[in-house]
């Protein structure tokens, strides 16, 4: 019947097939689970899952992309906003009074740089051969070192969240 609230309307909820190696860890439990009974199978149940768990949640992700893009691929745009972004940014102070180190700074940004890399004619070429030779042999020490500058606070918290942690709160030695 329609719009009631029968549970034969709503669908079971499908659970995730276990991986292998948590079968293997649950499996190896097995035996202890045959000859234990009531509060020990309590136990040997949280055991068996929270190793099962660790094990999964401890692992890397093969497929996951890390929220920060250390290599770039520079296009003209992106040499231009870097070679000249001093220069952005003052202009962007003087035409809006705004500070750059404030978050209003991102709402002007990207048209500014628009404005500037329109206006530009032989700086264009330059600007592009210049993306070709960075992404060939690197990018210059002061453009990687203001990367470094701006990545660090946020490479530092990934970095940190990707860290195993031992479940007594002990650090893990290798």
């Known amino acids: 019947m329609t719009g009631s609230n029968s549970e034969s309307d709503e669908e079971p909820q499908k659970q995730v097939p276990l991986k292998k190696e948590e079968v293997t860890i649950l499996e190896s439990y097995l035996e202890q689970w045959d000859s234990g009974s009531g509060q020990e199978r309590n136990v040997i149940w949280k055991d068996a899952t929270t190793e099962a768990q660790l094990k999964n949640h401890g692992e890397k992700k093969k497929d996951a992309k890390a929220p920060i893009n250390l290599g770039r691929k520079w296009m003209y745009r992106t040499v231009v906003g870097a070679l000249w972004k001093k220069e952005l940014l003052k202009k962007i102070q003087d035409d809006t009074r705004v500070n750059p180190r404030k978050l209003e700074m991102m709402h002007h ?7 500037m890399v329109n206006s530009l004619t032989e700086e264009i070429e330059d600007a592009t051969d210049m993306a070709g030779q960075w992404n060939m042999q690197g990018v210059p020490p002061d453009i990687q070192a ?20 031992h479940p007594l709160g002990l650090e893990e030695r290798g």
């Not at 203001?146 to 942690?165: G, Y």
């Open 146 to 165: 203001d990367t470094a500058r701006r990545k660090s606070k946020d490479l530092l918290v990934q970095e940190s969240q990707d860290v195993p942690v």
């Open 109 to 115: 940004y990207s048209r500014y740089l628009t404005d």
